[in-house]
T-cell receptor, first 111, second 110 residues
Framework: DGGITQSPKYLFRKEGQNVTLSCEQN?????MYWYRQDPGQGLRLIYY???????QKGDIAEGYSVSREKKESFPLTVTSAQKNPTAFYLC??????????FGPGTRLTVL | QKEVEQDPGPLSVPEGAIVSLNCTYS??????FMWYRQYSRKGPELLMY????GNKEDGRFTAQVDKSSKYISLFIRDSQPSDSATYLC??????????FGAGTTVTVRA
């Protein structure tokens, strides 16, 4: 089955820790995205990548980092510099500008 | 002022009713308009997308865009309990960046 997988589903982070969220797609899409969703707010773009080995900052990139070494994979690291990381994180991919397909999400909680 | 405004609801309707969802926006350069459905604790899924002004129908769903008023709508006819979800509007210019509304939570009562 084609699709986007994210792991883990739930993640708990201690203060000062870096954590990495996984995103894998087998849709053969060139573009991949990371969003953050908070209650009462729309999805906000953290980073996006249009092609392997290239990525751009979105609206809220501070405290996050990404890599795009393979077409299928776009991991997101939440660093200790992100002061309010508790949120629902969504990964998406697209073959063109319009139809972004989303993964099931990772819920990150800071302890 | 947010770039995209969406009434957060919640909206509760009886089964069979018409659900009406709306978004307004301030950026006149938006050209592409989308509606996503998100079930609780899941990722959003694309329902409809339209280009420029006009109507688009897909089964029980109708999307409307009025660029002169900077207003988009989604109508769900003959609503079902399975339509209970959060509905997100999204829009963009001619690039990758989508701007989302905050989402409207809908409950359809059996």
């Amino acid at each position: 089955d084609g699709g986007i997988t994210q792991s883990p589903k739930y993640l708990f982070r201690k203060e000062g820790q870096n954590v990495t969220l996984s995103c894998e797609q087998n849709l053969n899409h060139d573009a991949m995205y990371w969003y953050r969703q908070d209650p009462g707010q729309g999805l906000r773009l953290i980073y996006y990548s249009q092609i392997v080995n290239d990525f751009q900052k979105g609206d809220i990139a501070e405290g996050y980092s990404v890599s795009r070494e393979k077409k299928e994979s776009f991991p997101l690291t939440v660093t200790s510099a992100q002061k309010n990381p508790t949120a629902f994180y969504l990964c998406a991919s697209s073959i063109d500008f319009n139809e972004q397909f989303f993964g099931p999400g990772t819920r990150l909680t800071v302890l | 002022q947010k770039e995209v405004e969406q009434d957060p609801g919640p909206l509760s309707v009886p089964e069979g009713a018409i659900v009406s969802l709306n978004c307004t926006y301030s950026n006149s350069a938006f050209q592409y308009f989308m509606w996503y459905r998100q079930y609780s604790r899941k990722g959003p899924e694309l329902l409809m997308y339209t280009y420029s002004s006009g109507n688009k129908e897909d089964g029980r769903f109708t999307a409307q865009v009025d660029k002169s008023s900077k207003y988009i709508s989604l109508f769900i006819r003959d609503s079902q309990p399975s339509d209970s979800a959060t509905y997100l509007c999204a829009m963009r210019e001619n690039d990758y960046k989508l701007s989302f509304g905050a989402g409207t939570t809908v409950t359809v009562r059996a």
